[in-house]
């Protein structure tokens, strides 16, 4: 059994420990809160976008335009957005994405363009060799639409000069406050909804789009994409202090039990150490006396 001044120095040091995970899920869960109110926010406006996207293709099927897919063509030049964490102690949060951006990087037959959020993902594939085509530091630890702004206007630069034919976003997606998934998004090019037949009969909303369709487009995709990438980057950072929240709450649980197991040892130990107290001073005493009752 270990001695009581070890007992005593691990219960110290899993105390301390134990101190900072509680601190750290506090801090994770306060920062979590503030920033899912901060998407719920401004969520609707980007889901309008969408539907906007989704009705223009459903009145206009045939228009063409730089950014929506055209399936006779082959795209090969993947522009791949992958957000990260800068921080670890976050469970398989990191992992996840890494791996699913590797498969990416794995496919003989793509031309990747890397564009990274998170400096655990910046140190990955700087390990692995692969060059980065942009790093957007400090954007993890502070999603703000101004940086989504910055995100987007890079990449789409980029595609309409045609260096990168797809563009792809790889984030973690916060399901409930138990389960987070991460996901693969493609941005660009667009993919038109499956035709449907409408009947005769049925009423068709008119649709109007002014100067002309072509300007909405431009106008309209731009800011889908600048709010997309501003709602995976908040969702994201959710996910990040989530999957830490859990992480600390399970080192605090864990250190809990070290503690009480510790405790009981300790215990153990102390009595033992008394009762060998008490039988040496039983042992002297009892020597005194017969020496003693010899004289």
Request: include cysteine.
């Amino acid at each position: 059994m270990a001695g009581l001044r070890e007992i005593k120095s691990r219960i110290k040091s899993i105390e301390d420990t134990r101190t900072i995970t509680s601190a750290m899920y506090m801090i994770s869960s306060t920062k979590m809160k503030k920033a899912k109110q901060t998407l719920e926010a401004t969520e609707p406006y980007f889901y309008t976008l969408q539907s906007t996207i989704d009705r223009i293709l459903r009145h206009i099927p045939d228009m063409e335009h730089i950014y929506f897919e055209k399936p006779e063509i082959k795209r090969t030049k993947i522009g791949l957005l992958v957000i990260t964490d800068d921080k670890g102690l976050a469970g398989s949060y990191n992992h996840n994405i890494l791996k699913m951006a590797q498969r990416f990087l794995d496919d003989a037959e793509n031309q990747v363009d890397l564009f990274v959020v998170g400096e655990l993902g910046r140190q990955y594939f700087v390990s692995k060799g692969v060059h980065i085509e942009e790093n957007f530091q400090y954007t993890v630890q502070n999603p703000t639409f101004n940086r989504a702004r910055w995100i987007s206007e890079t990449i789409l630069d980029k595609y309409r000069t045609g260096e990168i034919s797809e563009v792809h976003v790889i984030y973690t997606r916060m399901e409930s406050s138990m389960q987070s998934v991460a996901e693969d998004k493609m941005l660009l090019p667009i993919r038109r909804p499956l035709e449907e037949t409408v009947p005769a009969d049925v009423y068709q909303e008119d649709f109007l789009l002014l100067p002309s369709a072509k300007e909405a487009i431009d106008t309209i995709i731009p800011n889908y994409i600048t709010g997309f990438i501003y709602g995976a980057l908040v969702q994201a950072y959710c996910t990040a202090h989530n999957a830490r929240m859990m992480a600390m709450e399970s080192a605090t649980n864990n250190a809990d039990d070290l503690l009480r197991d510790l405790k009981i040892m300790y215990n153990r130990a102390r009595q033992a150490e008394i009762t060998q107290e008490i039988t040496e001073v039983c042992s002297g005493a009892k020597a005194q006396q017969m020496s003693r009752n010899g004289k």
